[in-house]
């Protein structure tokens, strides 16, 4: 086979062939059994090995809630979307009777975290943040599907010297970040990073609704701010 049919059969379009619209309609049907198939098989098993770690975080945060704590929130790319998500889900629920949490979300801050790249380094953007803001009953998410987040790293770091609880989201092997000695770290065992942001939203979205249950019986005595009254 030569180089021209290899590439042909990877790449069908090259040649500006027309393609026959029924196989590939097949060939797209296919994909969606396989990707649906394979991410039910990882969520599946993701949840059934981390279902006590899952309510180990959520006890973590309830803590640090009681405790009148903020819970800080970070990630980069897709993960920092993920974590304005964490953070805007306890800002404002969803669910009626349930109070607003204070939750800051650390990716937020355009300025900041350029003056930060600028200066001293994209490493840092993170962990001078919880320098300034962060105090001992914090809480603080991470969220990064290789696990390998230097930014996200350092911060957890700083946050463990300085008192703060620390969740890991995490994929793959979980990298340096199952190795960081965080309170609790949630790892998809997946190279596939759709598959492990999946699960990352179905986590914090579990994650939001057993912190709530957890706190129950504090609702009487937390502010509308997440604070105690």
Known sequence: MGNRERLSNLYPFIDGKPQDAAA???ALLESVR????????????????????????????????????RLFTMGNGGSSCD??????????????GRPALTAIN????????????????????????IIAQGRE????????????SNNLLR?????????????????????????AGLDACLIVETDSIHRIQECHVATYHI???LVHTLLADNRGGLS?????T
């Open 24 to 26: 590939m309609k097949n």
């Open 34 to 69: 396989q990707k649906a198939a394979d991410h039910v098989t990882i969520f599946e098993s993701y949840f059934n090995k981390n279902r006590e770690n899952i309510i180990d975080a959520a006890h973590l945060i309830a803590g640090t809630y009681r405790g009148n704590g």
């Open 83 to 96: 974590a304005a998500h964490v953070a805007v889900e306890f800002l404002h629920p969803v669910t009626a």
């Open 106 to 129: 650390l990716t937020a801050d355009v300025a900041m975290m350029t003056a930060v790249s600028n200066d001293v380094g994209y490493d840092h953007i993170y962990v001078r943040q």
């Open 137 to 148: 009953g914090d809480c603080l998410i991470g969220m990064s599907t290789s696990g390998n």
């Open 155 to 179: 911060a957890f770091s700083k946050a463990r010297d300085m008192g703060l609880a620390t969740i890991g989201l995490a994929g793959m092997s979980g990298g340096e970040m199952a190795d």
């Open 207 to 209: 994650l939001w609704d």
């Open 224 to 228: 509308a701010t997440g604070g105690r």
